[in-house]
């Protein structure tokens, strides 16, 4: 069990520099599309915590159980 929380608390840092590393990458392309503007850089940064809540949302409630503990 604490094997377990030591794998899983060093990865979770690990899987968000990853991520956020994506929304790099991904604000990059779209500046030649929306401008480099702040308001655009919110817009790319808004858009990528949207869909990771909305697939935070969607894993929870694929488990009926997980559903009904929340």
Known sequence: MYSQLIV???LAPISGAAA?????LWTRPLVDL???T?????RVLGCF????GLGGLMAC???N???LAA
């Open 20 to 24: 956020l590393s994506h929304e790099l």
């Open 34 to 36: 929306l401008g480099g």
């Open 8 to 10: 899983a608390l060093s």
């Open 65 to 67: 159980w997980a559903c």
């Open 61 to 63: 409630c694929s488990n």
């Open 49 to 52: 915590f949207l869909g990771l």
């Open 38 to 42: 702040g308001e655009a850089s919110a």
